[in-house]
């Protein structure tokens, strides 16, 4: 065989092992990028498993301060707010000390709107406090909720992706999610914010009563972190 010959089977080789490794390597992307995507969209799925507005809220079953269970959909026909709230944090306090939340929850009642606050914080976090002291604390600030619900769990709150404390959500009454957000327009711990500020809640439920569109039907929430179980 001629050096040519020779030269030229080598290169045909080598020419063939290249295209093999370049496709052993090709799939070998591939699948790797599959599996990212997996693990991508798996993640996304769980991030963004809370509904958007104008889906169905996810239903629950919750008890109470004094050990009474409530089932969301019991309230069908009902406006319902979701309040997530936790008394250790200092917007929370913001918003009961002055007497804003009272006040909000008290205008929301009188319409016939059942108004549902639920602390998920977890029992082992510092500022956790039993059901007894959660409802006395609630007494103490002339609260008016429906109910005071407990989720040390975090399963409600998971399932809403409520993120922080306040976090406000309100359901129409055939149980879809009309409101998500802040309870307000100006994102501080300062009491005095309250009156340049517009109430997200009593707007909404205003419009929503007025057989208006909800102006405002998703605002940022602002507040401090929920305490999750780990």
């Known amino acids: 065989m001629s050096t040519f010959s020779t030269s030229a089977a080598r290169s045909a080789r080598a020419a063939r092992n290249a295209s093999a490794a370049l496709s052993r390597a090709s799939r070998r992307a591939v699948m790797a990028a599959a599996v990212a995507l997996g693990a991508t969209l798996a993640m996304g799925t769980a991030a963004f498993a809370a509904p958007s507005i104008g889906e169905k809220a996810p239903d629950f ?24 709230t936790n008394p250790g944090c200092p917007f ?46 609630m007494k ?6 429906t109910a005071a619900l407990m989720d040390e769990d975090g399963v409600i709150g998971q399932a809403y992706g409520a993120r ?17 957000g802040g309870i307000d327009s100006v994102p501080s711990a300062r009491p005095d914010d309250i009156k340049t500020a517009t109430n997200y809640v009593n707007k909404a439920l205003g419009e929503a009563f007025g057989g208006k569109p909800i102006s405002a039907a998703a605002t940022k929430p602002y507040g401090c972190s929920i305490k999750y179980r780990s």
């Open 61 to 84: 079953i919750a008890v109470d301060t004094a050990g009474a269970k409530h089932k969301l959909s019991d309230f069908a026909g009902k406006y319902v707010v979701l309040e997530w």
């Open 92 to 137: 929370v306090r913001k918003h009961y000390g002055s007497g804003n939340l009272p006040a909000t929850q008290k205008a929301a009642t009188d319409k016939g709107v059942v108004w549902l606050a639920i602390n998920s914080t977890e029992r082992a976090a510092s500022d956790y406090l039993k059901p007894a002291a959660f409802d006395a604390w």
């Open 140 to 145: 103490e600030h002339a609260a008016v909720p």
């Open 164 to 180: 922080t404390t306040p976090h406000m959500f309100i359901i129409d009454p055939k149980g879809v999610l009309v409101y998500a």
